[in-house]
């Protein structure tokens, strides 16, 4: 590939390295250049061009990124077309992602201009989820190095599909262990089958000795169901308990216990004929991930687990300080839901480009100010504190916003988008909050008791971090995030706002509906007379 500056009358065939934008319209990288292109060029007084042009040994970024992406499908996905020399994979079903490590590392040594990028081995992804991604880095890669990434790829990536089947459920008591306890655990249990379709087929309680729970094992195999789970009033503790010796009294086996996840060290696989039988650890009666749910995923995917399988997870199994994954749905017990510190963020910074020229944010209703407005509303509801991002006409908005006990924070980028906002507001939030709503400052219509709701509906021990308002089952604002999103929140880029890590984690959002004001934000001078808006009087606009 020959690469670097051409007279553009000399272009016509050559891919353009870089987008031009042209007062008619862009001419996007990696388009192939047409005698109508050369006189766009020429009349935009543009006398040279970065391209590329190809050798004949050499392969388009399309078409190499397809042949790699096909090259690494084992199975289980699909592959959305072609662009700017990338193709992407993504799940064909809910499953666990199997990606084979060695084949991905070989792709990605072959030559720096051909990469393969995966999600983590042994993912648990839904169905149309991104799991991969084949990016060649430049215009076009020779015929011998993307020739070699085939041929190492290997069907390196795959989905192994969930499998749905029935599911025994053997649980041992004392004297100490409530039925309350032994409830729970069953519904969090039931909650886990679902993700791959499974259900509880049947329950035993007994007690906790060998006898019993021998008994309990071989009444379980009897009845035909395709997977065993014990979980013992008492934590197993070594190979020699009364779980594993039940297993072997019923004429199974204990195939290993122990394991290097935290939580989850307690955890015990074995088998009884061909049906396999995992002892919990007691983390398992939470919802919370541990490391039971990587061993009972890769169970109903049809993936052996195996003792080196086991062992080799010590690399990422340190959990206990993971909030974001999403987590079966318990609610924890009425009068003991621990009292959380909630703060507002409201995004005042926008230059409302479309307000047609006014700040639509000093606009008045009533002859209030709508920033006032929204600033008086969440002030009124049950919010800890509230801090004010201001940006563009700074000195106007904290004005309009005098004798309000808020806390203000400038953002210098606020030209950037509303992520350079929601990164200021975040970072200036008090230490002790436990979770953030994010407001934005032209919706007067979401009123104290709309914000009261969403945080009622708040429950991150009941797997709800995420908290949305909605009208008429779409998602609108504002949106109350745990502390666990803090980090990513603070490191948004753009002007899409979160919307992406809403994407990301549907799992945790619940949406609470608020009526039309969760989606009604006063944006066009249209929208502003609709609501009864009158603009403010002019001044000098001071950042």
Known sequence: ??????????????????????????????????????????????????TARLDPDDCHEDRAAERLARAATGGGITLAPAFTGRVNLHAATDGLLIVDTPAV????????AITLATLPAFERVTGGRMVATAKIIPLAVG????????????????????????????????????????????????????????????????????????EALREQAEAGVGMILIFGASAIVDPMDVIPEGIRAAGGEVEHFGMPVDPGNLLLIGRIGNIPVIGAPGCARSPKENGFDWVLDRYMADCPVTRDDIMAMGVGGLLMEIGTRPQPREAPPEGRKRHRKIAGVLLAAGQARRAGGINKLLATIDNEPIVRIAARNALGSGLASLTVVTGHMSTEIE???????????????????????????ISALPSDADAALVLLADMPEVTADAIDRLIAAYAPDAGVPVVAAAHEGKRGNPVLWDKAYFEALARLEGDSGARHLLDDHPDDLALVEIGPGARLDLDTPEALAAAGARPAMRGPARD
Do not use: C, W
């Not at 590392?105 to 720096?112: F, G, I, K, T």
């Open 399 to 425: 004005a309009a916003l005098d004798g309000l006990p808020v806390t203000f924070v400038h953002n210098p980028d606020y030209a950037e988008g509303m992520a350079g906002s929601i990164r200021a507001g």
């Open 143 to 214: 015929e011998p190095p993307i020739a070699r990434a085939e041929g190492v790829a290997r069907a390196a990536v795959r989905v192994a599909p969930f499998r749905a089947r029935s599911v025994g459920l053997v649980a041992t008591t004392l004297p100490h262990l409530k039925p309350a306890t032994l409830d729970k655990t069953r519904r969090i249990t039931e909650a886990r089958l679902a993700v791959s379709g499974s259900k509880l087929a049947r329950e035993l309680r007994v007690a906790h000795t060998v006898p019993a729970v021998a």
């Open 1 to 50: 590939m020959k690469f670097g500056p051409l007279r553009t009358r000399d272009a016509e065939g050559a891919l353009l390295a870089h987008t031009i934008r042209l007062d008619d319209g862009a001419l996007k990288k990696g388009h192939s250049l047409t005698a109508d292109d050369i006189r766009r060029l020429q009349a935009a007084q543009i006398k040279k061009v970065i």
């Open 105 to 112: 590392n070989a792709v990605n040594r072959v030559d720096p």
